[in-house]
């Protein structure tokens, strides 16, 4: 079996700062679907679905509403992945014995810890995309008294027509993330950028522990054979997108929370949470539990490409051409995408499971 070429930190940091600006860049419409989805209430329904809501968000706030709030991601992410890449690299040479190769639950442990060290970014990150992301839905939503009065009077034909045609759109306030993140530390400090804190551990958490060893046990399904344990590249591709799917439904629940505990601006008669016990009690008793799977869907669709792009990223190699000794030999890397084995290639067949065990891209 060929030996495994370590990967330098500053390769993967490149690998994960490519690999997440490209991701935000392709499902972020997808993202603030997602966002707008979970905050709305029963009985205050601006969406059908995701597709409706990205219709609605291009013709009240034009193209580039769909990316608002993209900028704090693309701004964020490589100082994200340095903290969960680095912290990761820490935990697996602490968990690893004898420099042997980790089991699938160490896997997973060092997984958990570096998310928890990543949070430190992760959750003013995500705590200000939301604030832009909702804040399109929040304009939409005031005029909605009308429409229900629209409704009473009209009829139907009457709701649609307002709707789509007779009233100019609701204008979206212009706030920036810095104004957002200097009224935070002015009002509440600190701690202000950390609200949510513990629902989004309660979120990635989960979603490391369920989605590592269910990529170990698809990737694996993938092996030649006993004696040829290298996988194509198309099924770790694979194994990633299902994996992901999965795990981000998996944890829907939590993301619910975590987002309506991070929205500071509230609609019409949209109630606070005090908590995520508060939270999930009072979505429970207004909304029932269907509520929690809000923006599921959307979900799956955005951590499924994201993995998938990693995986390129990670196989064209863009970090390790520029520091890695293994850009020497460009052929064997091709030849890895295949799952074929040339003779002294330096690439590890098992490096699509190493590059995942260290990569979780958020959005």
């Keep these: 079996m060929a030996q495994q070429q370590p990967m330098s930190l500053p390769a993967k940091l490149i690998n994960g700062g490519v690999a997440g600006m490209v991701g935000v860049t392709c499902v972020f419409p997808i993202d603030l679907a997602k966002t707008r989805l979970q905050n709305q209430r029963s009985g205050q329904q601006l969406y059908k679905n995701m597709l409706d809501c990205l219709i609605k968000t291009v013709k009240s706030e034009g193209y580039f509403g769909m990316y608002r709030g993209a900028a704090v991601n693309l701004t964020l992410v490589t100082p994200e992945k340095a903290i969960k890449l680095a912290a990761n690299d820490f935990f697996r040479h602490r968990l690893s014995k004898d420099g042997g190769r980790l089991t699938v639950f160490r896997e997973m442990l060092a997984g958990c810890c570096a998310g928890m060290c990543q949070v430190t970014i992760t959750t003013p990150m995500e705590m200000l995309k939301i604030q832009l992301q909702d804040a399109g839905r929040l304009a ?22 307002r709707s ?21 530390l002015r009002t509440k400090g600190v701690t202000g950028l950390y609200k949510g804190l513990g629902a989004t551990l309660l979120r990635d958490m989960p979603f490391s ?5 269910l990529f170990a046990h698809l990737h694996q399904l993938g092996q030649h054979s006993c004696d040829d344990p290298s996988v194509p590249f198309y099924w770790s591709f694979m194994s990633g997108c299902m994996a992901g799917c999965v ?10 929370v975590k987002t309506r505990l991070q929205s500071l601006k509230k609609g019409a008669n949209e109630e606070t949470y005090t908590g995520v016990v508060d939270c999930v009690r009072k979505i429970l008793k207004k909304e029932g539990p269907g509520a929690f799977l ?3 869907s959307c979900r799956a669709l955005v951590i499924a490409p994201l993995f998938g792009i990693a995986q390129v990223v990670y196989f064209v190699g863009v970090g390790v051409l520029l520091f890695d ?4 030999n460009r ?25 995942f065990s260290y990569l979780t891209v958020d959005v």
């Design 164 to 184: 789509y045609n007779t009233t100019p759109s609701p204008q979206v306030m212009r706030v920036s993330a810095t104004q957002i993140t200097r009224e935070l």
């Design 294 to 296: 809000k923006g599921a």
């Design 140 to 161: 939409q939503q005031r005029v909605m008294p009308s429409v229900v009065t629209t409704l009473k009077l009209g009829g139907a034909s009457a709701v649609l027509s």
């Design 247 to 256: 795990a981000a439904v998996t944890v829907s629940p939590c993301d619910v």
């Design 209 to 213: 522990i369920v989605y590592f060893p």
């Design 325 to 328: 000794d293994v850009s020497n």
């Design 331 to 355: 052929q064997d890397i091709i030849n890895g995408l295949f799952g074929t084995k040339p003779s002294g290639t330096k690439v590890p067949h098992n490096l699509h499971l190493v590059t």
